[in-house]
């Protein structure tokens, strides 16, 4: 089974900057495609970015050129990095992996990242 554990949430100003750490652990598949999701109050949960093996990164569209995703296969980690964080970043952010085929996933148990104004 694979474990994720998250770090690095916390409460920032509007205009600060984040970064927050996803570390894998487990043996339960071979982890294809990592990534970030957020989820904040009274709505659904949201991919914010991923990146593959390869190094192959996609973002969404509101956080795209404020944020930078990393990953060291090596030590099966797997960062975020925000700036420029707005309030309506404010939300629980889980780490998730993939399989290849996309059938196997795990889930972090989130962290959060409250932004004020």
């Known amino acids: 089974q694979v474990q994720l554990v998250e770090s690095g949430g916390g409460l920032v100003q509007a205009g600060g900057s984040l970064r927050l750490s996803c570390a894998a652990s487990g043996r339960g598949f071979s982890i294809y495609v990592m990534g970030w999701y957020r989820q904040a109050p009274g709505k659904q949960r949201e991919l914010v970015a991923t990146?593959?093996?390869?190094?192959?990164?996609d973002y969404a569209d509101s956080v795209k050129g404020r944020s930078t995703i990393s990953r060291d296969n090596a030590k099966n980690t797997m960062s975020l990095q925000m700036n420029s964080l707005k309030p309506e970043d404010t939300a629980v952010y889980f780490c998730n992996a993939k399989s290849l085929s996309g059938i196997r996933t795990a889930w972090g148990q989130g962290t959060q990242v409250t932004v004020s104004s």
């Open positions: 990146i593959t093996t390869t190094g192959t990164s």
